[in-house]
């Protein structure tokens, strides 16, 4: 199972001088199974002929050779385009960005070129959305440990910290977009290159100690440029077995000098990635209204308001089937609520029930929520997340039968009960790529990484319970997924539909310049429930 491995720096097109060297290796310590080249592979134009040399198959690589894409507009030209192809006999780019996975099963993922400093990216960049590609179908198996290797041409900002320093101005050194890449997908070694200097930082550990199941460590290795004067290391050799075939207890064996982890504040507790205060700060009292007109269930007796507790103290609910969780003060969406007032309210099933959403965006736009007092649906039971999905399929039914596209998005982050937002677009008024779009174009104009995530994806593999996040699921099943971080805008989801590229009613962005009074929000709820009823399955029982 073990694979032998060549990694190496930059090699500006001094290709003869890499593979004699490789050569002379492979001579005294026999054939390695693969050569990975980071950073700018091809030089200026003097060194053409040497490549056209191998391109033309005069001359041929002594070993498997995989490539990174341009890193300058000066080598661009060498590839075809910027997907992964054979550029010579045993030299392959690489690509853009993905995940090669070798015969012997061992997971390697790749980002080409620079981090993008402009829209639209020049061919030798990658952009937000390529790193998003990359790590979210890894991500949401619930399976994934990390990957064998990456390699990345720039390297990852802050890679220093807590270990020991490389030679090299660390001020301009490194990007955030790469850090956070190698934060989450936790390579076992990781190159990177255009630093033209030797670092090998000491290895680094990947989960919080005596808190989390120890992980393997990881190890950062940057190379400096082939063939260069001050003679620094450009070429380094090492022995792995893939993850997959790995005993776990090997795996996790953590080395004497391994430190913490170079890409995680420490927090004050020692708890990892705890919302500060000011996350699970309510938003003020509130934004939708709602009651029942009808009997109230049995289980939902009504509890009388005993003193909020502070969000620090939040208690964690039990899943329990029987009686969902109870809120600790007033609750403006607990159905059992007295907070709540009667009128808005469209259609009630066993757990779940549905509003109209007071101060809507558009007449039509409703909420789902849980009869009991979740706070997002990472939280939900499983008897409640069943039949929050069949809402939502009756939902998307009647919005099709409408020629509408069913938006819908959760933020959970300052709300302290579920409420999944729907809001219908109508087909003419644009595509549910325009709508991707416009959501991603002003999530990174806000500098928030939307995540694409596959359609069958389940959040909780995303996003243990506690943690802040904002999600969309569009009419086709995909879904878009930020993990907040700070200060979220509170209207996002309502200010990208709003926007003038998808419903073009940009002073409908606030709920709160919304407003109407009782008697119109009666009438549009009664409106809506003769709409739904047909497709209304909790009519029927």
């Known amino acids: 199972w073990t694979q032998k491995e060549l990694a190496c720096g930059d090699v500006e097109g001094r290709i003869n001088a890499l593979f004699n060297r490789v050569n002379a290796i492979q001579k005294k310590s026999g054939q390695f199974d693969l ?10 134009s003097e060194a053409e002929a040497e490549w056209l ?58 980002v080409s070129g620079r981090e993008a400093q402009q829209e639209p990216a020049s061919s030798h960049c990658f952009t937000s959305k390529d790193i998003m590609a990359l790590a979210a179908p890894l991500l949401s198996n619930s399976k994934f440990r990390g990957v064998d290797i990456l390699l990345t041409s720039q390297w990852p900002r802050g890679v220093w910290q807590y270990g020991n320093s490389p030679e090299t101005d660390t001020k301009f050194c490194g990007v955030s977009s790469i850090a956070d890449l190698a934060d989450k997908l936790k390579p076992r070694y990781h190159f990177a290159g255009l630093e033209a200097v030797h670092y090998e930082r000491l290895p680094y550990r990947n989960h919080v100690v005596l808190q989390e199941n120890a992980q393997h460590v990881s190890r950062f290795i940057a190379m400096a440029t082939v ?25 996790v064996k953590q080395p004497q000098d391994v430190t913490e982890n170079p890409y995680r504040k420490p927090m004050k507790d020692g708890k990892k990635e705890k919302p500060p205060p000011s996350m699970t700060g309510e938003e003020p009292v509130s934004q939708f209204f709602f009651d029942l007109g009808q009997k109230k269930p049995q289980h939902q007796q009504h509890h009388h308001g005993r003193k909020r507790q502070t969000d620090g103290d939040r208690p964690n609910y039990p899943k329990q089937p029987r009686r969902p969780p109870q809120p600790t003060g007033p609750c403006w969406f607990c159905l059992a609520s007295p907070e709540v007032e009667k009128h808005l309210v469209i259609s009630i099933g066993t757990h779940c029930y549905m509003a109209v959403a007071k101060g809507g965006l558009t007449p039509d736009h409703v909420l789902l929520l849980p009869i009991g007092h979740y706070q997002s649906v990472v939280d939900l039971a499983s008897e409640v997340v069943e039949e929050m999905e069949k809402y939502k399929s009756a939902v998307k039914k009647f919005c099709k039968s409408r020629a509408q596209r069913c938006i819908m998005f959760e933020r959970n982050y300052r709300s302290q009960h579920l409420q999944l937002q729907v809001v219908p677009v109508p087909m003419e008024k644009c595509s549910t790529e325009d709508i991707k779009e416009a959501f991603m174009t002003q999530a990174e104009e806000q500098q928030m990484e939307l995540m694409e995530i596959p359609a069958h994806t389940d959040l909780k593999q995303i996003a243990p319970p506690g943690t802040p996040y904002f999600y969309v699921e569009l009419d086709t099943g995909e879904k878009l997924f930020y993990r907040i971080k700070k200060n979220f805008p509170l209207q996002f989801g309502r200010e990208v539909l709003a926007s003038e590229a998808l419903l073009n009613i940009p002073m409908r962005a606030d709920w709160r310049d919304c407003k109407c009074t009782k008697e ?13 009823e047909p497709f209304d399955f909790a009519h029927e029982d």
Do not use: W
């Open 53 to 110: 040399a191998y391109k033309s198959g005069a001359k041929k690589a002594p070993i498997h050779t995989y490539i990174l894409g341009a890193a300058s507009q000066e080598t661009v030209k060498y590839f075809p385009n910027s997907d992964g192809c054979e550029l010579a006999e045993n030299i392959t780019c690489l690509g853009r960005r993905g995940i090669f996975t070798g015969a012997s099963g061992l997971q390697i993922a790749y």
């Open 35 to 44: 050569l990975l080249c980071v950073g700018e592979f091809f030089g200026t």
């Open 227 to 251: 063939n260069n004067p001050a003679k620094k290391k450009y070429l380094y050799a090492f022995n792995i077995v893939p993850m997959k075939n790995m005993d776990p207890a090997e795996l």
């Open 520 to 532: 119109e929000e009666e009438d549009q709820a009664k409106q809506m429930r003769s709409d739904f």
